[in-house]
């Protein structure tokens, strides 16, 4: 089997391992598709190095099949399409015994803190393992994962139909925010200065405004009769997308913070203080938000093909990471380990 390394800032190999052998209770997985996302990029940068160990193994957005099954599995066989929650909770932490466990203060992230699906053959906790409908495009697939960041986002948001939403960011997380939340019956407006994504986001029937070139605030403003925006999300991790946020929210607005901001940012206290407004953090999701990606992506709800720019071998890897990092003309890109293409 191959797997992809990380070796250091900017230094990502290919080498050939010995499949692992299921033991009791876990599964092992033909990956069909592995995504790439900012957190692999945060990775990739050597930013995370005191958590990423020397010849990780990187990637948490996959699908693939069933290849064995160990003693005391059940409900899962071989040849059957899967993909992997990546989050393991401790289950004894203050998150965990609060019901929070999707938030663990010793959690288990696949792909940062063990080995991820960056391999071709991934073996895993058999309760990891969700099963796929029958009939879903295995690329499409590779999309769960960060559909449920934005399921959980939208939830936190508690957006409702009709509520005015913004967001700022339109990257693959902006664009899948704005459409769920559209799916709920929201009006949504991104915000983005890069015009593929732009261009990206009107395919898929969302809108976007260039900042430079649209007075956001007064044309939310315009559209509320003066309220502002119910719901806010920031998904940019710029100080400017930060203050565009909290400046288009109306009173008791909500601002949902989903991008990771690696260091402190202004904030206009005195906008919360004035208009009661809240903050909300946003950080992964639960196992009813993936099962909810799921049905999304299956149902066709979400623009998949759309929203995947291109497709790898994963021979082409460090090209890949380098193309979502150029930030021009991609958006999802996934690698290809079973040679399965588009």
Same mark, same amino acid.
């Given at each position: 089997?191959?797997?992809?390394?990380?070796?250091?800032?900017?230094?990502?190999?290919?080498?050939?391992?010995?499949?692992?052998?299921?033991?009791?209770?876990?599964?092992?997985?033909?990956?069909?598709?592995?995504?790439?996302?900012?957190?692999?990029?945060?990775?990739?940068?050597?930013?995370?190095?005191?958590?990423?160990?020397?010849?990780?193994?990187?990637?948490?957005?996959?699908?693939?099949?069933?290849? #064995?099954?160990?003693?005391?599995?059940?409900?899962?066989?071989?040849?059957?399409?899967?993909?992997?929650?990546?989050?393991?909770?401790?289950?004894?932490?203050?998150?965990?015994?609060?019901?929070?466990?999707?938030?663990?203060?010793?959690?288990?992230?696949?792909?940062?803190?063990?080995?991820?699906?960056?391999?071709?053959?991934?073996?895993?906790?058999?309760?990891?393992?969700?099963?796929?409908?029958?009939?879903?495009?295995?690329?499409?697939?590779?999309?769960?994962? $960060?559909?449920?960041?934005?399921?959980?986002?939208?939830?936190?948001?508690?957006?409702?139909?009709?509520?005015?939403?913004?967001?700022?960011?339109?990257? $693959?997380?902006?664009?899948?925010?704005?459409?769920?939340?559209?799916?709920?019956?929201?009006?949504?407006?991104?915000?983005? $200065?890069?015009?593929?994504?732009?261009?990206?986001?009107?395919?898929?029937?969302?809108?976007?405004?260039?900042?430079?070139?649209?007075?956001?605030?007064?044309?939310?403003?315009?559209?509320?009769?003066? #309220?502002?925006?119910?719901? #806010?999300?920031?998904?940019?991790?710029?100080?400017?997308?930060?203050?565009?946020?909290?400046?288009?929210?109306?009173?008791?607005?909500?601002?949902?913070?989903?991008?990771?901001?690696?260091?402190?940012?202004?904030?206009?206290?005195?906008?919360?203080?004035?208009?009661?407004?809240?903050?909300?953090?946003?950080?992964?999701?639960?196992?009813?938000?993936?099962?909810?990606?799921?049905?999304? @992506?299956?149902?066709?709800?979400?623009?998949?093909?759309?929203?995947?720019?291109?497709?790898? $071998?994963?021979?082409?890897?460090?090209?890949?990471?380098?193309?979502?990092?150029?930030?021009?003309?991609?958006?999802? @890109?996934?690698?290809?380990?079973?040679?399965?293409?588009?």
């Amino acid at each position: 089997m191959k797997a992809v390394v990380y070796r250091g800032a900017r230094r990502l190999g290919i080498e050939e391992r010995d499949p692992l052998p299921p033991g009791p209770g876990e599964v092992r997985i033909a990956v069909a598709y592995t995504g790439i996302c900012g957190t692999d990029l945060h990775i990739y940068h050597g930013d995370m190095d005191a958590r990423v160990g020397a010849s990780a193994v990187l990637g948490h957005e996959m699908s693939g099949r069933v290849d #064995a099954v160990g003693a005391d599995v059940t409900g899962l066989a071989d040849g059957q399409a899967v993909t992997v929650l990546p989050t393991r909770s401790c289950g004894r932490c203050a998150a965990c015994r609060r019901g929070n466990s999707h938030v663990c203060h010793a959690m288990n992230f696949l792909g940062i803190d063990s080995p991820g699906a960056m391999q071709s053959s991934w073996t895993v906790p058999a309760d990891l393992v969700l099963p796929l409908p029958e009939g879903l495009p295995l690329d499409h697939a590779a999309l769960v994962e $960060p559909v449920a960041v934005a399921v959980h986002d939208v939830r936190r948001g508690q957006v409702t139909a009709d509520d005015h939403v913004v967001v700022v960011g339109g990257g $693959p997380v902006g664009v899948l925010v704005a459409t769920v939340a559209q799916g709920r019956g929201a009006r949504v407006l991104l915000v983005e $200065p890069d015009p593929f994504r732009r261009a990206v986001a009107g395919k898929v029937g969302v809108e976007a405004v260039d900042p430079a070139a649209t007075d956001v605030v007064a044309l939310v403003g315009e559209r509320t009769d003066g #309220a502002g925006a119910d719901v #806010a999300f920031e998904v940019s991790g710029a100080a400017a997308g930060v203050a565009t946020a909290v400046d288009v929210l109306t009173t008791r607005g909500r601002l949902v913070m989903v991008a990771i901001h690696a260091q402190p940012r202004p904030v206009n206290l005195h906008r919360f203080f004035w208009r009661e407004l809240e903050l909300l953090g946003a950080r992964l999701y639960t196992r009813d938000d993936v099962a909810e990606a799921i049905r999304l @992506v299956a149902s066709g709800a979400i623009p998949a093909r759309e929203l995947i720019s291109r497709v790898e $071998p994963v021979t082409a890897v460090t090209a890949a990471f380098d193309a979502l990092e150029s930030g021009g003309g991609v958006m999802k @890109v996934l690698l290809d380990w079973q040679g399965e293409g588009r």
